[in-house]
């Protein structure tokens, strides 16, 4: 095993316990897993306790206190993923290797496991492997992948075209066809001023674009205006929502326009630290954002006295998420980038007076900090000139699913979801899900409606669905999703997202009865009542709107429409029978009673 | 007004209702508990009859109103009798953690019933000559515990371990006389 100078990496990072998840990421990277007496010397070295550093592994789906395979393989699980043949994919590689899923192989080369979808929806199947991903997947490329294994080649030396992730932009509007000079929008701001840039971008009517939609205006003057001695901007990149990947390309491709958007965000609020959260499943993301980062430092847009504004002391830094759904959530995302498990906090207070470290914080999504950066450059009009009323600019929808023209495609908010289906070559379509599995169920008839925060909110998922889909089988994966992501904190979201998915389970699989339904109806219910936040609030979603809108494709697949015993009776009699060796006919249950 | 009151005065009319109980993989509290209304079960047995309980120990369920379940699923007599009392009893209620949940018993679900069996009469400690018991008259166990709505429909829901004296009291009251049951808060322990 690689020996770790932990000494030396803790040092690294300043002895400082809000850096554990990077700490984390170090230590998988050399050793694969997180070994238990790692973590006794973590908490020790960090002056945090045992049980602090093992939730921490234990939460976050890329860490292990188990070990791991040397490589380690995780297929995406979004539904899109699996309707372009994943299950099957993952199966011919856990054949390959004889392993189980979620298993490491005997001889310690790989575990195969699934995730959460990885942002590739659109040219899905995906993978992880280790630290690099893998679209497009083919039987072809599954058995290259599969002999590199097990030569084990370096993932260095694999090649570079397994990793190519293609760039599939089919309508640009005004921010991806924005060009803008490295330091346009902070010298534009700095000209206006702090309090008119604010009031510019209130002007402006940008709405937050990870999906809530509260005015980008309002929350940084509020945060400008919080009592305190520092401040912070945060960007969320951690673009959970299964179906999501238009920060995937706005990262790749628009990064400078992101950055500036921080940066005057910083200036205009007064912060001197800003922060990227990027998805772990973004690993071809690091290398290009440092290097991004290194250069706008070089040219003085970043560090003392950004742009050449005296006092403006601004810097940012990168950190990485390492596989949680609920980190997208603005408090708990604050919590991860503070080293813990995220759990969102109780608000308020908000995080615009107490956010990282306390202090106040914006946190806005990749996409508003891009329109930001706009704005402060061009006008208010920029985004306020199209869109809605209510929903000013423009909206990136990644499509992906049953549509010839997978990709990222920007509208002005108001466009019809007949619209974008019909650009992308949609045909056939039986249903479409926007802003993922925790926004709406849209059914033909619906098609009209339009994407906007009065109509269709949006954080820029749009997965079809044609006609030969089993929409049972969609929100059986949403369901599972929901119940795979739960933080675990409150009892309503925990237990509700498992239930849901037991019996979603069950009526895909044919065993399910009336009361499963019924029941469903119900658990979802108290989920969005009683959760301690959004996840949970919104888990039990599609779940209802399927109920409404495709409930014969429920009903057709009920066992019975009595109740029925969850599980075979007889089967679960049978290692009694195996032990006792007995076979008579009080060693059986009949499937229905005498 | 009902006319099907004698007296037109729109009355329910009263008869006893037939109540039976069981216990399952449970350990008993619940009845215990049950007892432990004191002298409310005078007044109990002025509204209701029991039928097949461990407290009449007679043995078959005949047509009920009522039935109380305490305990999970075991084995293949707790099927049967579950079964039983479901077709019996027009109401049927699952009593305490072990019925709603599997409970304590639901302790042995992550271990496989073949290494509990081995273990316990063939290789355990002290056993000698052992043989798993393979008699037809012994119910075989499930390889997992399970709460009862898994098998049949549950009516109503009465947590606790065990649920307290007054809660079933304010429980049974409410049913017999016709009220939804709603266990208020106060009257809830789940451990």
């Known amino acids: 095993m690689t020996t770790l100078d932990l000494a030396a990496m803790v040092q690294r990072h300043g002895g400082d316990a809000t850096r554990l998840v990077q700490i984390l990421h170090e230590v998988t990277a050399a050793l694969g897993y997180v070994p238990p007496a790692t973590i006794t010397e973590l908490a020790a070295r960090l002056g945090v306790s045992r049980a602090h550093v093992e939730g921490v592994v234990g939460f976050y789906s890329f860490f292990s206190a188990a070990p791991q395979g040397r490589f380690r393989v995780r297929f995406s699980d979004n539904i899109t993923d699996q309707m372009a043949g994943s ?7 856990l054949d390959a290797f004889r392993v189980e899923l979620g298993e490491v192989s005997r001889d310690g080369l790989v575990s195969i496991a699934r995730t959460s979808c990885t942002g590739l929806c659109d040219q ?42 293609h760039r599939l932009v089919e309508r640009r509007d005004r921010i991806l066809a924005a060009v803008m000079q490295p330091g346009e929008g902070l010298a534009a701001a700095v000209a206006r001023g702090k309090a008119a840039t604010i009031a510019e971008l209130e002007r402006s009517g940008l709405r937050g674009r990870g999906g809530a939609g509260f005015p ?19 960007c969320n990149a951690d673009e959970g929502e299964p179906g999501t990947f238009k920060d995937r390309e706005l990262l790749m491709h628009h990064a400078e326009l992101v950055i500036e958007g921080m940066t005057v965000a910083a200036f205009a609020v007064g912060a001197q630290r800003g922060l990227v959260y990027l998805r772990a499943e973004y690993p071809f993301l690091v290398a290009p954002l440092e290097e991004l980062l290194a250069r706008r430092r070089a040219a003085g847009l970043l560090g003392r006295a ?13 950190h990485v998420g390492a596989g949680a759904y609920v980190c ?34 914006v946190v806005n999504n990749v996409e508003t900090l891009a329109a930001a950066a706009l704005i402060a450059r061009d006008g208010a009009g920029v985004v306020r000139d199209v869109g809605t009323p209510k929903s000013a600019g423009t909206k990136l929808l990644s499509v992906s699913g049953d549509v010839a023209r997978p990709g990222i495609y920007e509208y002005p908010f108001g466009v019809t979801v007949r619209q974008v289906l019909d650009d992308a070559g949609a045909v056939a379509t039986q249903a479409v899900q926007v802003g993922g599995p925790s926004g709406t169920l849209l059914a033909a008839r619906e098609f009209g409606r339009r994407i906007a925060f009065e109509d269709v909110p949006s954080a820029g998922a749009f997965m079809v669905f044609d006609q030969r889909r089993d929409m049972v089988a969609v929100v059986e994966n949403f369901a599972r999703f929901f119940a795979h992501e739960s933080c675990g904190f409150c009892t309503p979201c925990r237990v509700g997202t498992t239930l849901a998915a037991q019996m979603m389970t069950r009526i895909a699989t044919g065993v399910g009865s009336r009361r499963d339904v019924k029941d469903l109806a119900r658990v979802a219910g108290v989920m969005k009542a009683a959760s301690h936040c959004g996840l949970g609030a919104t888990a039990g979603a599609p779940v209802v709107a399927a109920l409404e809108k495709f409930r014969p494709a429920f009903d057709q697949r009920l066992r019975s429409l009595d109740v029925v015993p969850t599980f075979d009776l007889d089967l679960a009699l049978a290692p009694a029978r195996e032990a006792t060796a007995r076979d008579d006919q009080a060693a059986h249950l009949d499937e229905e009673s005498p | 007004m009902s006319e099907r009151a004698s007296d037109g005065a729109a009355v329910v009319p009263r008869r006893k209702l037939r109540v039976a109980t069981a216990s399952l993989a449970g350990c008993f509290g619940c009845h215990m508990s049950l007892l432990d209304i004191d002298e409310r079960l005078v007044d109990l047995l002025e509204l209701v009859e029991l039928d097949a309980s461990p407290l009449t120990d007679k043995k078959r369920c005949g047509p009920c109103d009522i039935g109380l379940i305490e305990g999970g699923l075991c084995n293949a007599e707790n099927v049967h009798t579950l079964r039983a009392m479901r077709a019996n009893c027009k109401i049927l209620v699952a009593v305490g953690a072990c019925a709603l949940n599997g409970g304590l018993p639901a302790q042995r679900n992550h271990i496989d019933v073949r290494d509990c069996l081995q273990t316990a009469y063939l290789s355990g400690p002290g056993v000698e000559r052992g043989f798993i018991p393979n008699d037809p008259e012994l119910p075989l166990p499930l390889a997992q515990v399970h709460p009862l709505h898994d098998v049949v429909k549950i009516d109503y829901f009465l947590a606790g371990c065990p649920p307290s004296a007054d809660a079933i009291w304010q429980f049974l009251t409410d049913l017999i006389a016709g009220r939804t049951p709603v266990t208020a808060h106060g009257l809830i322990k789940y451990d």
């Not at chain 1, 299950?87 to 011919?92: S, T």
Request: glycine share 10%; charged share 20%; with cysteine.
């Open chain 1, 87 to 93: 299950h099957a994919l993952c199966q011919r590689m």
């Open chain 1, 124 to 165: 899905g199947p995906a993978l992880l492997v280790n630290d690099r991903a893998i679209a497009r997947l083919t039987p072809q490329r599954i058995g290259a992948i599969c002999s590199l294994i097990r030569g084990e080649v370096p993932l260095p030396q694999w090649p570079e075209n397994l990793f190519a992730i």
């Open chain 1, 216 to 234: 980008a205006g309002a929350k940084w003057a509020a945060c400008a205006a919080a009592p305190g001695p520092e401040r912070y901007v945060v």
């Open chain 1, 306 to 318: 950004a742009g050449g504004v005296a006092g403006f002391d601004f810097d940012i830094e990168l």
């Open chain 1, 328 to 361: 997208g959530e603005e408090s708990a995302l604050i919590e991860s980038l503070e080293g813990k498990r995220g759990i969102p906090r109780n608000r308020p207070p908000y995080p615009v007076t107490h956010g990282y470290r306390q202090r106040p914080t």
